[in-house]
C-alpha cells in the first residue's frame, strides 16, 4: 500500500514565501525570564565570583558533584558538605564550533568541550570552552586550567571563568 | 502481567517537507485519516487518542498537544499527550499500547506531529532553551555543539574515522529514493559527507538529518478486535524505555545505556534472547550519522564499538543480513521530531507485512524493532513488532 499511493503534504519553496504566493502571520512572544540560581547552584555561581569551583559530596555514595546539588539524586538523600575543588581538569571530549548558537557562521571556531574538574570524582565534569590552544592540538584527557575574568569583572557566572587553557 | 495483546492494524503519513503548507493540525488530519483509512475504520470506531508532538516552541503554539486535537480526532473522547523530546515519537506507540493492553480501549488512533518550520529562519533559536538555564545557556550554546562531543567521545573510545560514520548518511539517504514522503533523498558518496562544511567537528552537514514539518499515525487494536479487522495484524510484543541522568556532562557519553535498559525492557517482554539473531529489521533513531551506529550497539544488535564494521561490510544495507533503516531513516526521510518516531514505527509496520515496496526487505522478516532517542539525550524508547 506505500508505494501506490499519492502520500499527502504540500511542499512550499523559498520562493513561495518571498513572492508573497502564501500568506503568514508572524509573531514575536518577547518572553523574559529571569531564574533564581536556587540554593546549590546559587553557591556555586557566588564561589565562582571568588574564583573557586566547589562541588557537594553525598556521603552515601561518595561522590564529589559538580555541578553541586543539595540532594543526591541516585541515593535519594541530602548532600552533606561542600567540597572545593581545583580550577583545572582534563579534557573529557570537545568539538570545534564553527556556527553560532542560531546556526550562524562564525569566522573563528570556538572549541566547546566537557572538562572532568579535579577534586571531583571521576568522570564529573562541566561544559565551558577551550582556549589558548589551536583546535588542531585539542586533544581527549589534555590536562586544562580555568582562566578567569578579573576579580571586579566577576559577576557570579559560568561566564566568570573565559575559557579553559591547556597547562 | 494479564495484559491483552496489541496490535498495529492501520499507518499513515504526510510527506517530510523543509516548509509546509499546510498547518500542524491540518497535517495531523492527514495522516490520521489515511492511517484510519488504511485499514477501513472511521473515527467513530476510536475508543482513545495519544498525541506526540515535541517542544511547543517548535510550532510556537502553547499546549501545542490542545492545539493539535481536532486534527488528531481527540475531541469528544479520552486523550493524552506524552512528550519525551526526540523519544516522544516511539513512547506515543508505547503509550497507545498500554492504553490497549490494560484493556482501557479497544482502538486506539496515535499521532506523531511537527512543523519546525514556524520558528525561523532556523529553529536552533528553539533548541537552544533546551539546556540548563543556569549553567549551559549562558555559554549561547548550539543543539549541535552536544552532539559533536558525544560523536567525538564515541570516536575517540573505538578509534572511528569520519569516513567510518559518513556510511551511514550515504546509505539511508539512498534508502530514502525509495520513500515517497522523503524530504532529503540522494545519491551520495562518502566523499560527498567528508567535504559538506564542517558545522560543528566532527559533524558536517550531511552528517545531520534537516529541519522538517510533517505527521506520522497509527492505529492500535486488541486480539480480538484486530483479528476481525485484518489477516495481517502486526503484534506489539515489547515495549522499554527508560531515562539516564540528565547531568549529561556527569556521564560517559560514548554508551548509551539508556537505550540498553529500554531494549533490554522490551526484549524481556518479547522474550528476545539473542537480539541479533532473532530481530530480522530495524529502525534505530537516526537523527545524526553516528547515532544509527550509537543505537545500534544500545541495542545489542552488536557489540560496542563494533557497529561501524556491520555497516562498512554491508550488512546494514536493505538486502543485508541486518537491514537498518530500509526507510532512509531520518538522515533521508526527514526529521519532523514526532512524526519521525511514529514514521519508524510505521515502516516496521510495512516491512513485516510485506507492503514497503520498493523498500521492501528480502527474506520475510518477522520481528522488527523501532527506537527512538531524546529529552536532551538521554531518553531511549523501543518497541518490537512482530507479525
Sequence with gaps: MTTDREFPGTPLSDSDISEGKVLIVEHDPNARYAWDAGIAIGRFLAELKKGRIVGRECHRCRRIMVPPRMFC???????DRWVVLKDSGR????????????????????????????????????MHFLGEVKPEDVQVGMRVKAVWKPPRQREGSILDIRYFRPY | MGLRRVAV????????????????????????????????????????????????????????G??????????????????????????????????????????????????????????????LTIFD???????????IWIFALEMQRYMEAHGLSKRDIALVSVKNKRNALDHPC??????????DVLNSEIMVWPVSRLDVSPVSDGAAALVLAAEHVAKRMTDKPVWIDGVGWHLDSAYWTNRDLYYPKYVEYAARMAYRMAGITEPRKQINVVEPYDPFSYKELHHLEGLLLCGKGEAAKLTADGVTQRNGDLPVCPSGGLMGVGNPIAASGVMKVAEIFWQLRGEAGKRQVPGKPITGLAQAWGDLMQVGTVVVLRI
Aim: with cysteine; aromatic share 8%; hydrophobic share 40%.
Design chain 1, 91 to 126: 579534557v573529557n571530549t570537545y568539538s570545534i564550533s564553527y556556527i553560532r548558537w542560531d546556526a550562524s557562521r562564525v569566522k573563528e571556531p570556538t572549541i566547546p568541550a566537557v572538562i572532568e574538574i579535579d577534586g571531583a570524582s571521576k568522570g564529573m565534569g562541566i
Design chain 2, 66 to 127: 490542545e492545539y493539535l486535537s481536532d486534527g488528531c480526532g481527540a475531541w469528544q473522547k479520552p486523550v493524552m499527550r506524552g512528550y519525551v523530546g526526540g523519544g516522544t515519537g516511539v513512547f506515543s506507540p508505547i503509550q497507545g499500547w498500554y492504553h490497549v493492553a490494560s484493556g482501557l480501549f479497544d482502538v486506539v488512533l496515535v499521532v506523531g506531529e511537527e512543523k519546525m518550520s514556524s520558528c525561523h529562519p532556523h529553529p536552533q533559536g528553539a533548541f
Design chain 2, 9 to 64: 492494524v492501520g499507518a499513515g503519513m504526510t510527506k517530510f517537507m523543509r516548509r509546509a503548507l499546510e498547518t500542524g493540525r491540518e497535517l495531523s488530519w492527514q495522516a490520521a485519516s489515511m492511517a484510519l483509512e488504511s485499514c477501513d475504520l472511521t473515527l467513530e470506531d476510536v475508543d482513545g487518542v495519544v498525541i506526540g508532538t515535541a517542544p511547543d516552541t517548535f510550532d510556537g503554539v502553547h499546549m501545542k
Design chain 2, 133 to 143: 538555564n543556569m549553567l549551559e545557556r549562558p555559554l549561547e550554546p548550539n543543539l
Design chain 2, 182 to 191: 522523503a524530504q532529503v533523498a540522494e545519491d551520495i558518496s562518502v566523499e
Design chain 1, 73 to 79: 539524586e541516585q541515593c535519594f538523600r541530602p548532600t
